[in-house]
């Protein structure tokens, strides 16, 4: 038997394959009686290096697999050393060359990108015990080409655990596969915890009734405030989602809700961000008071990490900590819910090696703990094209999103328009940059830099002299400058860099040092007079005084050495805060010198570390001295119990303080280890609330330097004036949604930008410009046959009835009337791929030999043109006779790229803005340029000026996938008359 469990992905193609490969797989566990789990789009964000499409566990071994949708000629490279380090390509009539397989961002090749995944799975399997038997040396790697696809060049045949075939043989690999990783049940379980995804549906059936009208999303087209009001004024609960670039639309429009309900009889009013950073930071923006979201809809009854039976041994292993939803009875039914940066709420899976809020999906807990059937009202209020924390199709303002949470009818959406007023400057970069990002074309990428707003910042000095203005002094208040970078690595370096030539304090942490705060903490009150008592993620803080160290040996079984805790108490002001309190607080000294964040050996030793302190505190609250335990006593389901279930009690509570060697086996009932669990489990989260209210090493603040940060980091904060690199790593693509957000979000969080190493974006940044041509001679292109509403001559119907591909059918029937006249009659046709086609011909004088054809036709790019006719076998055919039958065959039929005048339309897409600047080009040089054909990929052009003439044939892309739309790939001369004309081209149309 087959589990499936899949996370679907953003793409249809990769959804559509996964569901023909689980076809697949299914009829060959069916076959062989084969016992698995798939999982699909496998994610954590732990293992964030992990990201394998998916991931197969069944008898025969374990395979990681990565799925390519291409098809075609694979052509790997000749021999193994480039076959590890050199680009792998398909072979494609687009743009008359191959195309590069793509490997994701980061890999020159999809073999070097599953050795990565590889090696991350390693790193999991070697870090988690729990595994039984699981050998990562025979783990497979495998690409699954969508195909049919031919192998040109060989693998080296010394990767016997990497595979590279089509769909069509998978059957075959799965029954041929061998290893030692076979299927175990506890295994499956565990990978199952660590890659969380949803079962799989094999076959979405839904009754259709004779007239089904499907219910829509209301979109609001103007006057926002009436239907606002509209919508506070419905007796049933709702969503609106309100959308603009604009945080001044969305200050005012979160105002005008909160006033506005006032007058409406709604019996509350709730006001939320999606933490208590960003509610600070939107105080600061706007006055505006909000709650963070997960303080109101998380930490419930069940106590954290703690076992399912209440006799078990509590492990050290035993370390996520799981904060369930709470109960929203404090919500009134008819609550409105207002939540701020909205697009910072998101449905994409976030969880630590040791932490979890709920499911994991905040977005998906929010709205089942306000509860879909209730008539409470949902406002969600934010940035359309910001980052957001996870990926953007799972943020709250997706609507699709969104649908799948929530009934479509009862949602209603606005979306301010982008308003392009601007000429230069820092808002005319966020327009053109909101621009890109909705139309989803990222081509074009300028900087109008006014020196007021936007600064390109390319001297040194100067950014020196910026650097020592903003930061040569220990802080009082806020900072109202930053700097912002892509990586935490580059601002560890910037951060030292003006610890060392701003403030000149020493390299270590020192007096004057600014400190931004990571997590959420409590810090512990003895007195009652402790200001501040909490301190939460985003806060800025000035170090007064370093105080003493403390180093804390840990041991934990995932090391062989102790992981050493070091903690350092200081002294600092808290400049988030009003009035700006002092205060001492312990900092995790690992996770400051640190360049990114813990290790996973860090992380667990602390989370040892906290266990160890509530695990002291047991053995001084003993559970039998507890109010908890009394309350169990005075169950009235307890004094229904039997004297022998009693008893078992008593003894599992006596366990609870022996070592594991002394424990006493006990059997009773599952009611009776039931309600022992619920009162241990209300007892150990009493003492685990007093250890994080009264202990300051379980509250060490993770802090790191504050005067460079990240952009994510930098979400939602308005500072004066701030400098952001524009490079953000090497090899990284910026062509993309991603890169664009990120600017976007980057460039927002100050008012004035100084931007260093601008990455410029223009359609023509990758193509070439290539002239072959002779003066007079006009470059015959490769001819495509392509036959609209073609008729098939009846002699013929029976010979092509099963083909589909209409130039096929029409290439065939014309070549089989040119070949009937000496002699060779079409006898049938047969389809072999979705690229070949063959016709088997009669011979003259030969009974049982045949003249076979092979037709090779493009794919849909290129309206699945027949582009070639081969011989593949005479069988004693006249070769000459034959060849000369397929000469006139194309001579015969025109051309799909034949130049001719086709008066086409100007194009409506982004070329069509690129050719009228061209036509404007070319009148004022006395030239006159017409578009004389366009075709999927390319376009053709005559440029003329008196008796001068020269074509042009430009290429072009419109693949989002290889991110090749809005790109032009090359310009190509097919004629000149001279090469004058050809030099007052070539500026207008390629002036780069």
């Known amino acids: 038997m087959l589990e499936i469990l899949n996370n679907r992905t953003v793409h249809t193609h990769e959804n559509e394959q996964f569901r023909r490969v689980v076809n697949i797989i299914e009829a060959t566990f069916d076959k062989f009686g084969y016992n698995g789990l798939l999982i699909g789009n496998p994610f954590n964000e732990s293992y964030s290096r992990f990201r394998a499409d998916a991931i197969l566990y069944y008898n025969n071994g374990l ?105 069509s043989d998978l059957g075959n690999f799965l029954y041929d596969f061998a290893s030692e990783n076979s299927y175990k049940e506890e295994n499956a379980k565990i990978f199952k915890s660590i890659f969380p995804a949803e079962k799989w549906i094999k076959n979405i059936e839904i009754p259709i009734p004779e007239q089904i009208i499907e219910n829509q999303i ?210 005319k970069l966020r327009t053109d940059l909101a621009t890109s990002i909705e139309k989803s074309l990222f081509n074009n990428l300028n900087y109008s830099f006014d020196e007021t707003t936007l600064i390109d910042l390319q001297d040194d000095n100067q950014r020196i002299q910026n650097l ?48 931004i705060v990571n997590n959420n903490v409590s810090i512990p009150d003895e007195s009652g007079f402790q200001i501040p008592r909490r301190i939460v993620n985003g806060m800025f803080l000035t170090v007064l005084a370093v105080k003493e160290s403390l180093q804390e040996p840990i041991k934990i079984r995932q090391s062989q050495n102790p992981i050493v805790l070091s903690f350092t108490k200081i002294n600092v002001k808290c400049l988030s805060l009003v009035g700006s309190p002092e205060t001492d607080i312990w900092i995790l000294d690992n996770y400051f010198g640190s360049e990114d964040d813990l290790t996973k050996e860090e992380q667990i030793a602390f989370r040892v570390f906290i ?21 169990l006593l005075q169950d009235s389901q307890y004094n229904g119990f039997s004297k022998v279930e009693k008893e078992a009690i008593s003894k599992l509570v006596k366990n609870y303080n022996l070592p594991k060697e002394k424990k006493e086996k006990v059997e009773t009932s599952k009611n009776s280890r039931s309600l022992l669990s619920g009162y241990y489990k209300k007892y150990s989260k009493k003492l685990f609330f007093q250890i994080k209210d009264s202990d300051p090493f379980v509250n060490a603040v993770f802090v790191k330097y504050g005067w460079a940060i990240t952009v994510h980091k930098a979400i939602a904060s308005t500072y004066n004036e701030i400098i952001i690199k524009g490079h953000r790593k090497e090899n990284d693509g910026i062509t993309n949604d991603s890169y664009f957000r990120w600017l976007y979000s980057g460039i927002t969080a100050g008012k004035i930008v100084n931007i260093t190493s601008p990455q410029i974006i223009n359609p023509f940044m990758d193509c070439v410009f290539e002239d072959s041509s002779l003066i007079g001679v006009t470059r015959k292109p490769k001819q495509f046959l392509i036959f609209e509403n073609y008729e098939v001559d009846i002699k013929f119907a029976d ?18 009337k040119v070949l009937e006249q000496n002699g060779y009659l079409l006898e049938s046709s047969k389809k072999y791929s979705e690229y070949l ?82 036509f404007e080009k070319c009148k004022n040089e006395n030239i006159t340029l017409k578009l004389m054909q366009s075709h ?57």
């Open 799 to 816: 010979k092509v009835q099963s083909l589909q591909n209409k130039n096929v059918v029409g290439t065939i029937c014309e070549i089989s």
């Open 611 to 631: 266990n160890s302190k509530i695990n002291d505190e047991k053995r001084k609250q003993k559970f039998e001295d507890s109010q908890e335990y009394k309350q």
């Open 218 to 427: 209301t979109e609001i087209d103007n006057d926002v405030e009436k239907n606002i009001v509209d919508f506070l004024n419905q007796e049933n609960g709702g969503i609106l989602v309100l959308e603009s670039m604009n945080s001044d639309d969305r200050d005012s429009w979160l105002r005008f809700i909160t006033n506005e309900a006032v007058n409406h009889n709604i019996p509350q009013i709730e006001k939320w961000s999606h933490s208590a950073r960003i509610s600070k930071k939107i105080q600061r923006r706007s006055n505006i008071e909000t709650e963070g979201i997960y303080s109101i809809i998380y930490g419930g009854s069940d106590i954290e990490g703690q076992n399912e039976n209440s006799d078990k041994e509590e492990q050290e292993e035993e370390l996520l900590e799981v904060i369930p939803l709470k109960s929203s009875k404090d919500i009134d039914e008819k609550a409105l819910i207002v939540v701020a940066e909205a697009h910072l709420i998101s449905r994409s899976l976030s969880q630590s090696e040791l932490l979890r809020f709920g499911s994991g999906r905040l977005l998906e807990d929010a709205i089942k703990f306000l509860n879909p059937q209730s008539d409470r009202k949902i406002v969600f209020i934010g940035d359309p094209y910001s980052l957001t924390f996870g990926k953007d199709e799972d943020s709250a303002l997706n609507l699709e999103t969104l649908s799948e949470l929530y009934n479509k009818e009862k949602i209603k959406h606005f979306h301010k328009a982008i308003d392009n007023k601007y000429s230069d400057g820092k808002e």
């Open 468 to 515: 020592l203005l903003w930061f040569s002094k220990p802080f009082s208040a806020e900072p109202d400058n930053a700097v912002l970078f892509y990586s935490k690595k580059d601002c560890l370096k910037t951060n030292k860099w003006i610890k060392k030539q701003c403030l000149k304090n020493g390299e270590s942490l020192g007096i004057g040092d600014l400190l």
């Open 936 to 992: 999927n990929n390319q376009d053709v052009f005559r440029a003329t000026c008196e008796k001068e003439s020269l074509t042009l044939r430009v290429w072009y892309g419109t693949s989002e996938k290889n991110h090749t739309k809005g790109f032009f790939s090359k310009i190509e001369v097919l004629e000149k008359s001279s090469e004058s004309l050809l030099e007052q081209i070539k500026p207008i149309v390629y002036g780069l």
């Open 63 to 167: 395979i990681l697999v990565d799925f390519k949708d291409y098809k075609g000629i694979i052509k790997l490279p000749p021999n193994e050393n480039e076959f590890h380090s050199s680009k792998w390509h398909n072979e494609s009539p687009k743009d008359r060359s191959r195309l590069e397989i793509k490997a994701g961002a980061n890999f020159i090749n999809p073999f070097r990108q599953l050795v990565s995944y590889r090696n991350a799975f390693r790193e999991m399997i070697e870090k988690n015990k729990y595994f039984d038997g699981i050998n990562p040396a025979r783990v497979c790697i495998a690409n699954i080409f969508s195909g049919p696809i031919e192998i040109h060049n060989e693998i080296p045949r010394n990767l016997p655990y990497y595979k590279l075939i089509q769909e």
């Open 837 to 918: 086609t063959k016709a088997f011909y009669s011979i003259p004088q030969s009974d049982n030999k045949q003249l076979i054809l092979n037709i090779d036709n493009k794919g849909s790019k290129d309206n699945f043109a027949v582009g070639n006719i081969r011989i593949e076998n005479l069988n004693g055919a006249d070769e000459i006779i034959v060849k000369t039958c397929i000469e006139d065959c194309f001579e015969q039929k025109q051309s799909v790229i034949s130049i001719l005048d086709d008066k086409p339309e100007l194009p409506k897409d982004f070329r069509q803005e690129i050719y009228t600047a061209w």
